[in-house]
């Protein structure tokens, strides 16, 4: 299995049991957004990705859903979040199945 980095500002739970905790950086997506429409519907766009290191042999990046998909990068996953074994309780995502890759 490939080493993983979180990089996302909390620690994530796989439903095994295992715990990857918060890397201490974060990769981001800044965002900017038009004002609101006459249905009080603004538009935002995300900017480029900050904060995600190079490609590394033997490692995957575990970051937002928004990151992974802007990243594109076979090395860089989300959470999988919509998957039927993920685990929810008082409407709050407490672990996951696994990863997605978003390319």
């Known amino acids: 299995m490939k080493k993983l980095i979180n990089l996302t500002p909390h620690e994530l739970r796989l ?5 990857i905790p918060a890397s ?3 990769a981001r997506c800044n965002s900017q ?3 609101r429409d006459e249905d009080l519907v603004s538009n935002v766009t ?17 970051t937002s ?10 090395d860089v996953v989300s959470p999988d979040t919509n998957s039927k074994e ?18």
């Open 15 to 19: 439903n095994d049991g295992t715990i």
């Open 86 to 103: 993920c685990v929810r309780q008082d409407g709050k995502i407490v672990s996951v199945p696994g990863f997605c890759r978003w390319c």
């Open 65 to 74: 859903m928004v990151v992974a998909q802007k990243a594109q990068r076979t």
């Open 46 to 62: 995300f900017g480029a990705v900050e904060g995600l290191p190079a490609p590394e042999d033997g490692v995957l990046y575990i």
């Open 33 to 35: 957004s038009s004002e």
């Open 24 to 26: 201490g950086s974060v």
